[in-house]
């Protein structure tokens, strides 16, 4: 199983690569497209109360037709926040909302720990389809405003933040974070996570062009700190928040599309909340 997990880790590493070190924007456009689709699928599978039903599916095909005739539109803007058709709408309200939604409601949800009753179908069914299109344009739109390194180096601190959670957590974990929820997280583990992710973007503010880099030129250094422990605790929100769902489903992962990973929602949860906010932060500075 950890031979399997490995393998399948490095083999999404070097495609993830390889679309961001492309000549051109479009496979990583299209890699970010099917993830995201997949994700919705699978998303849907968990909220829906009838996930046999070709309902996941149906919402899933129509989204990625409509990642994909977005591409164009996307790819003929000069620069990534002037991005025609889109600067009214997702830019404006949809971001904000589900950086809100995260923030306050996917939050709260958690802290409850509501894991028994599968209710509320629609409303998650409805968030599921904002949050993933928030996260596919958000990618996008910072890939071609800030380059691969910059995306790169977001998602490093989302990974510094899991496995240090992962290895604090059994080092020194003894208070439950979530016990309703997860109960393998602890507040040592996601303390240690914290502590990683901000020391990688406090560290990393020191390469330009780096998402800590960016955030360095529009913010003091301390706010920086705050900003990267901010999203280091989001990103554990987004993995608790993928966990209850699969607990309200009664299911161990979101799907078995990666041999050893579960689901592509198993992978992305955490970044899922935090890179709608990133973009906010960088643009709206």
Not at 128 to 156: C, E, K, Y
Not at 180 to 186: D, F
Not at 208 to 222: D, I, K, M, T
Request: some cysteine.
């Amino acid at each position: 199983m950890l031979k399997q997990r490995i393998y399948t880790a490095i083999a999404l590493l070097i495609v993830l690569c390889a679309a961001l070190w492309a000549p051109s924007a479009w496979p990583l456009a299209l890699l970010l497209s099917l993830a995201a689709a997949c994700a919705l699928w699978e998303w849907l599978r968990l909220t829906w109360r009838r996930p046999d039903t070709y309902f996941p599916v149906a919402i899933a095909v129509v989204l990625g037709v409509f990642f994909l005739s977005s591409l164009y539109g996307l790819f003929r803007a000069t620069t990534a926040f002037s991005l025609p058709g889109f600067d009214n709408g997702l830019v404006r309200w949809v971001l904000p909302f589900t950086a809100l939604a995260w923030i306050v409601g996917a939050t709260a949800l958690v802290v409850q720990g509501q894991s028994q009753a599968r209710s509320g179908a629609r409303l998650l069914s409805i968030f599921g389809v904002i949050a993933i299109v928030a996260v596919w344009f958000s990618l996008i739109a910072l890939f071609l405003g800030f380059g691969w390194w910059f995306l790169l180096s977001l998602m490093a601190m989302v990974w510094f933040a899991d496995i240090g959670a992962y290895f604090a957590g059994r080092a020194f974990g003894r208070h439950k974070l979530a016990p309703r929820v997860s109960p393998g997280k602890t507040w040592e583990g996601a303390c240690g996570g914290i502590f990683f992710a901000t020391l990688w973007v406090l560290l990393s503010t020191q390469w330009n062009g780096s998402f800590g880099g960016v955030l360095a030129e529009r913010y003091p250094l301390a706010i920086v700190a705050l900003i990267a422990i901010a999203l280091a605790a989001l990103s554990i929100v987004g993995d608790l928040f993928e966990s209850l769902l699969k607990r309200r489903a009664g299911v161990k992962d979101s799907s078995q599309l990666l041999p050893g990973h579960g689901g592509v929602l198993d992978r992305i949860d955490a970044l899922l909340p935090v890179v709608p906010v990133a973009y906010l932060l960088v643009v709206a500075a």
